[in-house]
């Protein structure tokens, strides 16, 4: 009996193998063997899959980077040479060097579409001609000075500089709707210097400005100074940015300035007669950055020498920085390092442009900054005009008389008009009249203006005639509204200033008057009477 159970425990496909003990065995092994089997399958799936993802993600970049060149080969032929270069840079990694651009000092516009294109525009975008000025205006807290400035800075120019010249505002905020009404304020204002080229306004994307919250304080200036001498660093970069391209010269103003008569044909003359072309910077005030002229070709160097350290040093060290590094030895002495500036900065006399304003673009900070060189303004500007006999409504202050003023003497200066008051000159030969010009303020008084007040004018031949032509309907001049008492009404003051041309059908004037249609908050002052006969 034992030796048949010994017998019937034995496998039959394994001879002399226990039936119950080694095949237990045998499947464990097998087991393990299996398990170490998926297990390297397992490694090799995920080594395939990461394999997998990197080649995935490497046609991604492809595709997107043939996207990318799409869009670029789309519009690459507008670009400028200047532009196809920064992009360059910026787009394509491989290249052995990498030149510096605006993006390294300012990185942060890589991150927005369109931070180089202004928000605002008004203009013809006039080119080729001579000088280039640009005015950057901010909001003040007090009072803006912008529409004194420009009326001075386009009275003082001749027909023909104004065809040779542009005048850029920058509106340097990024609130919208304060941008807005400052551009209709001056389209407004200015239609006719917008219209033909003269005039153009701009102002930065909204994006322009980086984040000034954690800029550091230096040379002992609170932050709010630090933040507004570094944004002004960058105001003035995005005008010569704007401006170099436009015209020969560049001349950086301010917003609140007066300047004198034959400004930009005295600065044109004086840059085309230096001895050479050394010179970098022509100073036609000693006051800050007001009248400084530079050649367009040397804006990129300027601006690129500002942007690397706009956020450490105001523009007036920036620009004598430039110049030190140019010419100065540093194993000489400061004399001699002088000297060699004074070969660059070239600086005329008197000033051109002299400074007005009172309440700075730094909220709370007053200044009454003058330049000295620039001499006493005229208050009052004279011309020869026909004679008359000159009466008003207004009460006169002191010794200001519309006698004087008619004569070129003095300015005429009087207490708050009010509806119905009138300024009248009875020419004692009937006069034929080609043009007029009435400026109202001055440059101490700019806010004395005359407000809603017309031009109006009377004929000889309708003195007598006028109530009959009015009572029957037969009116001469039909385009013309008419008052009550016969006169023609022809303009109106605009900020201040009223002018026009005379409409040769009226034949000899017997009467020029100026009426206030409604009450005036201020005084006024009435600074230029210009009456042009024509001539015969």
């Given at each position: 009996t ?5 017998k019937?425990s ?11 003990g080694d095949?237990?065995d045998?499947?464990?092994r ?5 398990r ?9 799936n995920i ?11 490497e ?6 980077e ?8 789309r519009?690459?032929s507008?670009?400028?040479?200047e532009a ?6 910026v787009?394509?990694s491989?290249?052995?060097l ?20 202004p ?6 975008r006039?080119t080729?001609?001579?000088i280039?000025?640009?005015?950057p ?6 009072h ?5 400035t420009?009326n001075s ?8 500089e ?8 920058l ?10 009404s ?10 006719n210097e ?8 701009i ?37 010569m940015m704007?401006a170099?391209?436009k ?11 007066v300047a004198?008569p034959?400004?930009?044909?005295t ?7 230096q ?7 022509l ?10 002229m ?8 300027i601006?690129?020498?500002?942007l ?7 523009i007036d060290?920036?620009?004598d920085?430039?110049?030190?590094v140019k ?6 002495d400061?004399?001699?390092?002088d000297?060699?500036?004074a070969?660059?900065?070239?600086r005329?006399k008197?000033?051109l ?5 009172t ?8 200044q ?8 006493k303004?005229?208050?009052h ?10 009466t008003?409504?207004?009460?006169t ?8 003023a008619?004569?070129?003497?003095d300015?005429?200066?009087a207490?708050?008009?009010?509806a119905?008051?009138?300024i ?6 009937p006069?034929?009249v080609?043009?007029?010009f009435?400026?109202s303020?001055n440059?101490?008084?700019p ?7 017309s ?8 003195v007598?005639s ?18 009550e008492d016969g006169y023609?009404?022809i303009?109106y ?5 009223a002018?026009?041309e005379?409409?040769?059908s009226?034949g000899?004037l ?5 009426s206030?249609l409604?009450?005036s908050?201020?005084?006024?002052i009435l600074s ?5 006969k024509?001539?015969t």
């Amino acid at each position: 009996t034992l030796e048949l159970m010994e017998k019937s425990s034995l496998c039959p496909l394994y001879p002399g193998i226990s039936l119950f003990g080694d095949v237990v065995d045998i499947y464990q092994r097998e087991f393990l063997a299996l398990r170490d089997r998926l297990h390297a399958a397992e490694q090799e799936n995920i080594k395939r899959s990461k394999e997998l993802n990197v080649v995935l993600d490497e046609i991604k970049r492809t595709i997107a980077e043939k996207q990318t060149l799409r869009d670029v080969n789309r519009t690459w032929s507008d670009l400028s040479d200047e532009a196809k270069l920064k992009l360059w840079n910026v787009t394509v990694s491989k290249n052995v060097l990498q030149l510096p651009s605006i993006f390294n000092h300012l990185p942060h516009l890589l991150a927005r579409e369109n931070t180089f294109l202004p928000s605002v525009y008004l203009g013809q975008r006039r080119t080729g001609v001579s000088i280039v000025m640009g005015v950057p205006t901010v909001k003040r807290e007090v009072h803006s000075y912008l529409i004194n400035t420009l009326n001075s800075l386009i009275y003082e120019l001749t027909p023909g500089e104004k065809q040779d010249c542009v005048i850029v505002v920058l509106i340097a905020e990024t609130d919208l709707p304060y941008v807005n009404s400052v551009a209709e304020n001056l389209k407004h204002l200015f239609p006719n210097e917008i219209q033909s080229g003269l005039l153009e306004v701009i102002a930065p994307s909204v994006n322009y400005y980086p984040d000034f919250s954690h800029l550091k304080e230096t040379f002992g200036d609170p932050k709010e100074r630090v933040r507004w001498r570094t944004k002004q660093n960058l105001d003035y970069c995005f005008l010569m940015m704007y401006a170099q391209l436009k015209g020969t010269y560049y001349v950086q103003l301010e917003d609140d300035i007066v300047a004198r008569p034959n400004y930009l044909s005295t600065m044109k003359n004086f840059a085309l007669q230096q001895p050479s072309e050394e010179w970098m910077i022509l100073e036609f005030s000693q006051l800050g950055f007001i009248g400084k002229m530079f050649k367009s070709l040397d804006l990129s160097l300027i601006v690129e020498f500002i942007l690397m350290f706009y956020k450490d040093k105001p523009i007036d060290w920036l620009l004598d920085h430039i110049l030190w590094v140019k010419v100065c030895n540093p194993e000489k002495d400061a004399k001699h390092c002088d000297r060699q500036k004074a070969n660059l900065r070239v600086r005329f006399k008197p000033s051109l442009f002299q400074h007005v304003g009172t309440h700075s673009s730094l909220a709370g900070k007053i200044q009454k900054l003058k330049d000295k060189d620039f001499g006493k303004h005229a208050l009052h500007k004279g011309h020869s005009n026909p004679p008359a006999e000159v009466t008003s409504s207004l009460k006169t202050y002191q010794h200001f008389t519309l006698e004087k003023a008619y004569l070129g003497e003095d300015f005429f200066w009087a207490f708050t008009p009010v509806a119905g008051d009138f300024i009248r000159f009875r020419f004692f030969t009937p006069v034929k009249v080609d043009r007029f010009f009435f400026r109202s303020g001055n440059i101490e008084h700019p806010g004395d203006k005359l407000f809603n007040t017309s031009v109006e004018v009377l004929p000889f031949d309708m003195v007598q005639s006028g109530k009959e032509t009015l009572l029957d309907g037969k009116d001469k001049f039909p385009k013309y509204q008419r008052t009550e008492d016969g006169y023609i009404r022809i303009a109106y003051f605009t900020n201040g200033i009223a002018e026009g041309e005379v409409d040769p059908s009226f034949g000899p004037l017997e009467f020029v008057r100026l009426s206030t249609l409604s009450d005036s908050p201020v005084w006024v002052i009435l600074s230029e009477i210009f009456i042009k006969k024509t001539e015969t």
